[in-house]
């Protein structure tokens, strides 16, 4: 694994994206104080997962996010990727897919919102922090080093110097497993106690439960034994009452014949006055039919004429919306006609300017290609300068021979007079120089300047774009916020909607019983006596519904008949009883749909109305099938509900508390006036849970509905998003070429100056030294004959060279200058071509802008003819509806007429009919009084049937309350039938079994199935307890395991450590002696480490009595004696040498440099020493306050370069 490259954005000082590539061996970055190269390293830690602010010198997270500047605003996100190279089997990095490069991103926004990526796939911090597990990179790892911190290694307590020296044993993967496995251990100990106190609850239960099931086993013998003598007593009495029925029924009939016969002389006068009364209402109500009649004819008048005169207004509106639509339509066409002009003027201006730019495009082409081909040639020139220097050192040496050869002084007479000839020319040539500089640095200073106008100005396009990025991210997360919040409340509501279909599925809130018989029934276990088919359809509650509002009402007035069960007819309830008594499973009431018929109070009929807080009659509430009708009414058919108490206690008051009345918050006055009320309880509401059910999932499709919504909007911005991203790194891009524009500027002004300064400085010495020569040379012209001719041939030759010399300047000087009016014109066309794209993309927009408006024209012309067409049209059909309705009115004028004349005729008859039957009256009144006289025998006999019938319904009605017998069923049970005789006997039985059940108390009857449910239960909980119990033990052995493996590993890594500290110290120091150890050796997971060491001639009985160098110089032994045993793939340290001498940076350097053939380090750094060693050069600086900038160095190259001037 290698360290390949390291991107930043919005972290920190580095708001811009910006990347720092790494090759192998030696990186250093340099940089003054606080350019922010520290930032790198705090970087590298903080995207491996580093989540502690004060190992990246910050106080909250929200620190790394760029915090801005005076000219640039603040980001919302701080982002960092680093990629290795996974392609060498030697320290790769295991993932779930094999990638041969693995990039590990980490976001994070000024919300607080964290994003971790491995190869941009979303990972948690969990799957980075396993991914560098025992490669020196995880937590409390070795391989970087931050600012200070590298002495701490020594300076800490014994016991915190574990974490580095476990890196590099490799124990962090088995510490992991460790962890694991003690929590999985922590939590099966938690399940094991969790089941001993559940065993334990169980246990107390069973002995009370086996007693109270005996009880109950008991309870039901006797119990059976009471409901035979029961059946018995009540068939008996019975049949009594039925022998006392038809005694009476004989009396009845003799006096039922003498009642019809008063009847008939009755009836006979009522149909007289029925006749009279009919004719005399038929009169009223034909009388009152013609003055209804007449109002209507009226009314039917009136409203013809009305609409006649609506037409009539109506026509003049139409006719003045015509008129105002046909003066829009000329305006409009007028303005259409004008904007069609202006259209085709911007299509030609924005075709001519597109033809513009792309000439611009081809001649900014052009011209970057004639400064390559300028460039290429001037190299060649300096090629010539070069070889030229070379041919006329050369010429130097070999006149310098010459005059050897001839004498000392010869040679020294004539050296000094070349020498001084060459200097002066020299001289001159340096002041040529000197003056060509100047004229270029003005030049260069003029273009930085300009540079640095256009650099504010695309900063600020950058600025703003950035501000609009930033606006979109802030509604990007609002709506996200809002998402979730709906996202919230949906998984809220569908839990609880969970809950209430799991309520209803498992029937909670209902019996024993009725569960019973609904799961048995819809396993198909029940059937009819014969075998036959049943059809149960299940609670009441699961059949019927009502509007929220009335639920608590109606779950009151409905009571414990919302858990009976529907059958379709009384063979499926019979059976569903038999099954119920077979199966001991206790009590159920069934409703037969055929044998129940109820009826419903008529409100009216009561006097009943909504002002005096009457809401309904209860059944009239409820929704249910046609078929449930009559069950319904027949449970709450007769109950009334309320709006509040006070009202419901005015209508008892009025009803003589003969009905039932409910309240909508479910207080009660009973039939008799007895009153029911207070708090009810929630958590039984059977009816509303349906009800409930909907609304809820009404409630989830609105909100997931606004979530869609938030969705959409999601979208849209998405896609402007991208469009102000687009925008953001257009401007960038612009920023970014001006930056670079403006920096290569800099740099060749800096070449310039540094030029200049170099040729100030060496004609000053040339200067200098031609005073000498002048001095010396007027002792040596006396002995320069003999050599004259020779000089005469090394000056001919000097000249030809210094001729060649300066011809090719020459030539050098006119290509810089024709690079440097290509580079000028290269500048403009640069800016031509941005302002034509400029142009290009407003003349655009505004061709877009005139084209909207004259669709607008056209559309306005296409309604305002629409709307001319409509009113002639309306117009047409008024005129003609005018007449046509006062042809009406004329014929309703008519018939008023005569309806009033038969009006009078009728009221005229109903008198004389008002006379006749006041007669009629008082004959029928007599025949009344006989019919009164013999009805009261009559009551009295039917009274007597009514109380024999009643005692025997009565009974009937207690065999099926109490045992759901019928009649006949109850007479093929009894076997043994009761006589006279034998009643009494029988009776005082009966009280004995009634006293000895009264006797046994309170009896769970659910007591038998609970105690089997029980002790099953408790079976499974202690199979359950033995297979926890295996999988602890397993879980011990795993982690005694991986603690062997973890102390043969850690002691074996350890020596080695030893060893190596030994050699480096030794290496470092020039001597002395080293050693780590552990400071309990019998508890070697625990123990902490121990540090010795003795530097040459000291005795150190402390860590602490050594200077700051001397502790540093320690801890960077120890590191590298680490990294000798398991070394990391990379190393970044930050300063770790400040606190060393220059001596001792130097012996730093070498050991980088030995064991940066196999480990990469990236050093950050103030030291010369440090820097001299570096592969690759990187530095941090600030152009703008606040804001880093990085600069690359190849030393390699650069070295390669230095050598070949020098040859």
């Known amino acids: ?210 007693r109270e099931s005996a009880k109950a086993k008991k309870y039901l013998e006797i119990y059976e034994r009471k409901k035979g003598i029961d059946i018995a007593l009540s068939l008996y009495d019975i049949d009594a009452a039925k022998r006392r029925s038809a005694d009476v029924s004989e009396k009845l009939a003799i006096a039922k014949r003498n009642l019809e016969a008063a009847e008939e002389k009755l009836s006979d006068a009522e149909a007289r006055e029925s006749a009279l009364a009919e004719k005399q209402s038929g009169n009223r109500i034909e009388a009152e039919r013609f003055t209804q009649e007449i109002a209507a004819q009226k009314e039917k008048l009136h409203e013809k004429e009305s609409a006649a005169l609506v037409c009539e207004s109506e026509n003049v509106h139409f006719a003045e919306t015509e008129k105002t639509a046909r003066a829009k339509l000329a305006e409009s066409e007028a303005e259409r006609a004008s904007t069609e002009k202006e259209l085709t003027a911007k299509r030609e201006a924005l075709e001519e300017a597109r033809r513009k730019k792309a000439e611009k495009k081809e001649e900014a082409d052009k011209a970057e290609a004639e400064i390559a081909e300028y460039r290429e040639a001037l190299a060649r020139a300096d090629d010539d300068v070069n070889d030229a220097a070379k041919k006329k050192a050369e010429l130097d040496k070999r006149t310098i021979e010459a005059k050897l050869r001839a004498s000392e002084l010869e040679a020294r007479a004539e050296s000094d007079e070349k020498k001084y000839e060459a200097l002066r020319e020299s001289a001159e040539k340096h002041e040529a120089d000197i003056a060509l500089y100047s004229g270029r640095m003005e030049k260069a200073e003029s273009k930085i300047a300009a540079y640095s106008g256009k650099e504010a100005q695309e900063r600020a396009e950058l600025e703003k774009a950035e501000k609009k990025k930033a606006e979109a991210e802030s509604r990007r997360a609002e709506l996200e916020k809002k998402k979730n919040e709906y996202f919230l409340e949906a998984s809220q509501r569908k839990h609880k909607v969970q809950n209430l279909v799991r309520m209803e599925e498992l029937l909670e809130g209902f019996s024993r019983a009725v569960r019973f018989i609904v799961n048995e ?169 349906r009800s409930q059910i909907d609304r809820l999932n009404e409630e989830i499709a609105s909100i997931e509905k606004a ?107 006119s290509l810089e200058e024709k690079l440097e009016e290509l580079e000028d014109k290269r500048s403009d066309l640069l800016i031509e071509l941005a302002r034509e794209e400029t142009n290009t993309e407003l003349l655009a927009s505004l061709l877009e802008a005139v084209e909207a408006k004259a669709e607008i ?155 089997k449910e029980v002790s099953e239960r408790y079976g499974k909980m202690h199979e359950q307890m033995q297979d926890l119990t295996a999988s602890r033990e397993a879980l011990m052995r795993n982690i005694a395991e991986l603690e062997r493996c973890m102390c043969t590993d850690f002691v074996s890594t350890m020596e080695q450590i030893n060893i190596n500290f030994g050699k480096t110290f030794t290496e470092l120091f020039g001597g002395g002696r080293a050693e780590v150890k552990l400071s309990d050796p019998e508890n070697v997971l625990e123990s902490g480490i121990d540090i010795n060491v003795a530097p040459p001639g000291k005795v150190i009985k402390s860590l602490s009595l050594l200077s700051g160098g001397e502790q540093a110089f320690v801890a960077i032994a ?65 152009h703008e306050k606040g804001i880093s900038d990085i600069i690359s160095v190849d030393v390699s190259e650069i070295e390669h370069r230095a050598g070949k001037l020098l040859e």
């Open 521 to 689: 029934y819809s396993q198909g276990k029940i059937t009819g006596k014969d075998g036959g088919k049943i059809t149960l359809y299940g609670p009441l509650s699961q059949l019927i519904s009502t509007d929220e509002k009335y639920s608590v009402a109606l779950e009151t007035a409905f009571g414990q008949s919302l858990q009976n069960i529907v059958a379709k007819d009384e063979y499926s309830a019979k059976a569903a009883i038999e099954y119920l008594k077979k199966r001991n499973a206790g009590r159920a009431t069934f409703y037969p749909i055929d044998t129940m018929k109820g009826t419903e109070a008529d409100a009216a009929t009561l006097g009943l109305s909504a002002g005096e807080g009457f809401i309904a009659v209860a059944s009239t509430l409820v929704k249910c099938e046609d078929n449930l009708r009559g069950i319904v009414k027949s449970i709450v058919g007769r109950i009334i509900i309320a709006d509040n108490m006070d009202n419901a206690a005015k209508m008892a008051r009025k009803l003589a508390y003969r009905y039932r009345i409910v309240t909508l918050d479910g207080q009660v006055i009973n039939a008799g006036g007895s009153f029911t009320g207070g708090s009810s309880a929630t958590e039984s509401q059977l009816l509303s849970r």
């Open 1118 to 1182: 120890l590191y590298f004696a680490i990294l000798e045993v398991n070394p990391a793939p990379f190393c970044i340290m930050d300063e770790i040498e400040a606190a060393l001498d220059e001596v001792n940076v130097d012996k730093f350097a070498d050991y980088v440099k030995r064991y940066s053939e196999k480990t990469q380090f990236v050093l950050i750094t103030h030291r010369r020493g440090t820097m001299e060693a570096a592969e690759r050069l990187y530095g941090v600086t600030m």
């Open 1 to 210: 694994m290698r360290l390949k490259k390291l991107e930043l954005q919005g972290f920190k000082s580095f708001p811009d994206k910006t990347t720092v590539n790494f090759d192998k061996g030696l990186t250093v970055i340099v940089g003054p104080n606080g350019s922010g190269k520290s930032n790198i390293s705090d970087a590298m830690r903080w995207v491996l997962g580093e989540m502690s602010t004060k190992n990246i010198r910050g106080t909250k997270m929200e620190d790394v996010i760029f915090a801005g500047s005076q000219k640039r605003s603040p980001m919302s996100f701080a982002e960092v990727s680093v990629t290795f190279d996974n392609s060498e089997e030697e320290g790769r990095l295991v993932t779930a897919e094999d990638y041969d490069e693995i990039t590990v991103t980490r976001r994070y926004y000024r919300a607080g919102e964290s994003e971790y990526f491995i190869n941009r796939k979303p990972v948690r911090l969990r799957d980075i922090h396993e991914l560098f597990l025992n490669t020196g990179l995880g937590k409390g790892g070795y391989s970087i080093i931050g600012q200070g911190k590298i002495a701490e290694i020594i300076s800490r307590k014994n016991d915190e110097r574990r974490a580095v020296f476990e890196e590099a044993a490799g124990i962090a993967k088995y510490k992991f497993q460790k962890l694991e496995a003690m929590r999985n251990l922590d939590g099966t100990n938690e399940n094991l106690t969790r089941l001993e106190d559940i065993t334990g609850e169980l246990s107390a239960r069973i002995g009370p439960l086996e």
């Open 857 to 1011: 024209y056209r559309s306005t012309a296409a309604s305002l003819e629409e709307t001319i067409a409509e009113a002639i049209r309306k117009t047409s059909e008024n005129k003609e509806k005018i007449e046509k309705l006062r042809s009406e009115a004329a014929v309703l004028s008519r018939k008023l007429g005569e309806y009033e004349h038969t009006r009078a005729e009728l009221v005229s008859e109903g008198a004389d009919i008002e006379q006749s039957l006041n007669t009629v009256r008082t004959s029928q009144k007599n025949a009344m009084n006989e019919k009164e006289l013999v009805f009261r025998d009559y009551t009295k006999l039917e009274n007597d049937l009514e109380n024999a019938n009643t005692r025997a319904d009565g009974l009937i009605t207690f065999l099926w309350d109490d045992y759901e017998l019928t009649y006949d069923e109850a007479r093929k049970q009894c076997a043994e039938p009761i006589t006279p005789a034998t009643r009494a006997e029988t009776a005082a039985e009966q009280a004995k079994l009634k006293n000895t059940l009264r006797s046994l108390g309170n009896v769970n009857l659910n007591a038998i199935e609970e105690y």
């Open 707 to 813: 979530a869609k919504g938030v969705d959409s909007e999601l979208a849209e911005l998405a896609k402007a998003t991208a469009d102000i991203k687009a925008e953001y790194d257009a401007a960038a891009g612009r920023l970014a070429t001006v930056r670079k524009m403006s920096e290569a500027e800099e740099v060749q002004l800096e070449v310039l100056r540094s030029g200049k300064e170099m040729l100030a400085s060496s004609l000053d010495v040339i200067k200098a030294e031609m005073k000498a020569l002048d001095e010396s040379m007027s002792g040596y012209r006396r002995d320069i004959g003999g050599i004259a001719e020779r000089k005469d041939e090394f000056d001919t030759e000097a000249a030809l060279l210094a001729f060649k010399e300066n011809e090719i300047n020459s030539q050098r000087a």
